[in-house]
């Protein structure tokens, strides 16, 4: 499928965010892997062809379409297919409107079923399952079956008894765990950058009057000098409706509806020498570390990575 463009705005600015975080590639190659993605012979051609096209035919691709389009590109750059994701939602190369935070996780989701879960199943890793402990018929994805079994819930990691677990005859919408992009709170630095954190205090975003950054979840924030959350007791759980209303206008307000690097761990919570969310950070930090730069207001965590 050819995707056509009114100019060569979006290809490039989609160029540009996909060499920040490409590994040891050229501009020359970011943009003639993007152009046969797109459907193209190579850059040239994509430039000629989007001279010809009005901007009413510009195509926008459906959820289905952007999965196929965002692993083709990561295949052929031999990327993370969260960095391109984040890369071209970011450039609004796939639509010409930006893309919202649910639109986001349910890419993300959707991604996560096609490369690696699979269908679901009976018993089967990845598999969206009911929880009815308590009656509560609660959605989460199914870890590692057995007695215990264990789960992820939205709000994160926990086990039930093998009778508590149902896998459902029609399969359940998929789904990414607050847990992992969900702020809890925010820091103020002496600097005056603002770091978004998670529930489990891992840093998500640094927010400074240059620019928005997403943040590695194994740093260790300094110089902080007031915190802030958006949960208070009285309000009930940390992702209760009231304080997920307020972690997300706040993300809104900062102009976020990108996904942190903290979601690139989920496929890793299924591997079985992995028991904790650390286990995971350990193992995403890994490949990264050639190419990772730490902020000045960061250090690694040695918590984390020790």
């Known amino acids: 499928m050819r995707i056509q463009f009114h100019d060569i705005d979006r290809p490039k600015k989609a160029a540009k965010y996909l060499l920040r975080v490409a590994r040891d590639s050229k501009l020359s190659q970011v943009q003639e892997a993007l152009a046969r993605a797109l459907g193209y012979r190579d850059w040239h051609e994509l430039g000629g062809k989007s001279q010809h096209v009005s901007p009413e ?20 750059l031999g990327m993370p297919y ?10 609004r190369l796939l639509r010409a409107t930006s893309w919202s935070l649910d639109e986001q996780l349910t890419l993300r989701a959707a991604i996560w079923r096609r490369r690696h879960f699979g269908p679901p199943g009976r018993g089967k890793p990845g598999t969206i399952v009911k929880d009815v402990a308590y009656g509560e018929n609660t959605p989460a994805y199914l870890r590692r079956a057995g007695r215990p079994t264990h789960l992820i ?9 093998d009778f508590e677990v149902v896998t459902p005859r029609v399969p359940l919408p998929d789904f990414v765990p607050s847990r992992l992009w969900l702020p809890y709170g925010f820091w103020r630095l002496q600097d005056g950058t603002k770091v978004v954190f998670s529930r489990d205090y891992f840093p998500m975003w640094g927010i400074s009057q240059e620019r928005v950054e997403r943040l590695a979840p194994w740093l260790w924030i300094k110089d902080i000098v007031d915190q802030t959350h958006f949960w208070k007791e009285a309000r009930g759980g940390w992702a209760d409706t009231s304080s997920r209303h307020l972690a997300i206008g706040d993300l809104v307000a900062d102009r976020i509806t990108g996904l942190p690097i903290l979601v690139d761990i989920m496929p890793h919570l299924f591997e079985a020498d992995v028991d904790t969310f ?17 902020p000045a207001y960061a250090a690694l965590n040695d918590r984390i990575l020790g």
Do not use: H, M, W
């Open 82 to 91: 969260a960095d391109v994701q984040y890369a071209v939602c970011k450039a």
């Open 57 to 76: 035919a510009s195509t926008n691709l459906s959820i289905e379409g952007s999965v196929r389009f965002i692993l083709d590109l990561a295949d052929k």
């Open 153 to 161: 819930f939205d709000t994160g990691p926990g086990e039930r008894a």
């Open 278 to 294: 650390r286990d995971g950070l350990r193992k995403l930090y890994r490949p990264n570390r050639p190419t990772f730069v730490v």
